[in-house]
């Protein structure tokens, strides 16, 4: 019974296993990124920039077809171009980022919609919305888990100058020449792997992967170890839940994975230790000093 | 008697508005400086002047004896982010940062000079917890921790005591007296003028315009408040273009 329900989907399909290595890989690159955006309050940039990926995709797509390569660096340079001029106006002029970012962001959506139904069939729509999990080729994975790679990697020698560009800007930029590069290196990894995501999961979904974990995170754990950990917990149990819910249930799969990530925000909304609903009402025993 | 920083016809400002207007003066090594004088004199603005985030206008600040890099500076409102998940160790060991640089290990010598910081400001007992749960006192202590590692021979405060309690308030002046004892410089921006006259050698009052520098007791009269509150108000009034287009 649990054998049929849970391992013979992935045991004796091959797109299924294909599918779930592509998850894995998004699961390892996008989350840390999440739990960044989220810690310095840019998790509305992240949709921004999701969005802003979509003309160049669909330029990508006019060029040569439903194309990986094309609609991949089609992707990375709307979301580059977006992030870095949307940052640069943030830095020489007097736009807050934020605005610049959504002004910037409005302009790609609507070029990407026009440009896609313009030239598109419905099915081709669909594709770019909501991504093809199920249909993952070999040169597909290899991008994925590239990314995932290079994230990691990038992470791992950003971490200190991220964190404290997170917690005390005006610090790091007092003692390191660092702040520059740690934020635009930063929004490069973001667009990075929304694109990874938007192979899989399609622009609209590709940034719930990415946040959703970040923020039920928050409920478990109060340091950054603990964060980054849970987050990949719960986009990796996500990806598999929601897998096997539209294997079964016939559902499509992107929504149905980000969908599980949604109930595990809501139940860590309601559960989660550190500042859950329950946790903060419930009435608790004081440490004595 | 060497000059750590020298003022040279200097105008700070914003949006060409001058802030800091045409101050000629010096700042003596190892002196101990309360900056002072009404709302909207500049004081800030000097400071931040000091640390290279603004530009002069016009005239220049001359550095001498160290650095850019030897100098911290602990803003009135820093932007720390009090809810981000980072232990009171973890933050003052960022004092640090130009020892251990990016990516370095802290060697276990650097762990003890952190525990030795935050002894120093009394939050021994407390290095585990959230900086999200400290107190505003707390915090300030915190700052003045990662100060102490940062091992600067200029030291910029501004307003270091405002909102907090009077035991942090004593504490953190004896971490600013050690620091003058150890030869550093350090200006500070003040308003309460007790403290000032109690623990500060030196006073430099402005508005906009340098009122009075030297030493305190003939700085702090009522006749040079009164003169800098005038010309305060005389300098809002009427804005005037500065610079080398002034006519």
Not at chain 1, 81 to 106: H, K, P
Not at chain 1, 283 to 289: C, G, I, M
């Amino acid at each position: 019974m649990i054998w049929e329900a849970i391992f013979e989907p992935f045991a004796d399909f091959g797109f299924m296993r294909r599918a779930l290595l592509g998850c894995l890989a998004i699961s390892i690159g996008a989350t840390p990124v999440g739990v960044f955006l989220m810690l310095r309050r840019m998790s509305l940039t992240g949709d921004a920039m999701a969005h802003a990926i979509l003309p160049g995709a669909a330029i990508g797509y006019l060029v040569s077809g439903l194309s990986l390569g094309a609609m991949t660096i089609g992707g990375l340079i709307a979301g580059m171009v977006v992030a870095l001029a949307s940052g640069f106006i943030a830095r020489v002029t007097a736009l807050r980022e934020d605005a610049s970012l959504a002004a910037f962001y409005l302009i790609s959506l609507a070029l990407g919609v026009l440009i896609v139904s313009t030239r598109g069939s419905n099915v081709d729509l669909m594709h770019v919305l909501f991504g093809t999990v199920l249909a993952l080729d070999n040169a597909a994975l290899i991008l994925l888990c590239s990314i995932a790679s290079v994230s990691i990697l990038v992470l791992a020698v950003l971490f200190r100058p991220l964190v404290m560009e997170c917690a005390d800007p005006q610090f790091l930029r007092s003692v390191s020449k660092l702040s520059a590069v740690t934020h635009l290196t930063f929004l490069a990894l973001v667009v990075m792997n929304l694109v990874a995501g938007f192979h899989a999961l399609g622009t609209l979904m590709a940034v719930g992967i990415m946040i959703l974990p970040a923020a039920a995170g928050r409920f478990w754990s109060a340091s950054i170890g603990g964060l980054l950990i849970v987050a990949f917990a719960v986009a990796a149990l996500s990806s598999v839940a929601g897998l096997l819910l539209s294997y079964h249930f016939s559902l499509p799969s992107g929504p149905a994975i980000i969908l599980v990530a949604g109930i595990a925000y809501g139940l860590s909304v309601v559960f989660g230790p550190v500042g859950g609903l329950v946790a903060q009402n419930l009435p608790r025993r004081y440490f004595e000093t | 008697m060497t000059p750590a920083l020298s003022f040279q016809n200097l105008t700070l400002g914003y949006d060409r508005l001058p802030a800091v207007h045409q101050l000629e003066t010096e700042i003596v090594e190892g002196s101990l400086t309360a900056i002072v004088g009404p709302n909207g004199a500049g004081k800030s603005t000097l400071l931040k002047g000091v640390t290279g985030a603004l530009a002069p206008l016009e005239g220049q600040i001359e550095i001498s004896g160290f650095d850019d890099e030897e100098i911290a500076y602990l803003p009135q409102q820093s932007d720390i982010d009090r809810s981000f998940p980072i232990t009171v160790f973890d933050l003052v060991a960022m004092g640090l940062w130009r020892e251990v640089g990016s990516f370095g290990w802290l060697r276990r010598g650097q762990r003890s000079r952190v525990d030795a910081a935050i002894a120093a400001v009394g939050l021994t007992g407390l290095e585990s917890r959230p900086i999200g749960s400290l107190s505003g006192g707390q915090m300030q202590r915190v700052l003045f921790a990662r100060l102490l590692l940062q091992d600067a021979k200029l030291v910029l405060l501004d307003e270091p005591f405002t909102a907090i309690d009077a035991r942090t308030m004593a504490d953190l002046i004896e971490v600013v007296r050690n620091w003058h004892s150890e030869g550093r410089t350090v200006l500070a921006v003040l308003h309460d003028h007790e403290t000032v006259n109690s623990h500060f050698p030196q006073t430099l009052m402005l508005a906009r315009e340098l009122v009075a520098h030297g030493p305190t007791g003939q700085v702090l009269t009522s006749e040079n408040q009164m003169r800098a509150r005038q010309m305060c108000e005389a300098c809002a009034s009427t804005p005037h273009v500065c610079g080398k287009d002034a006519a």
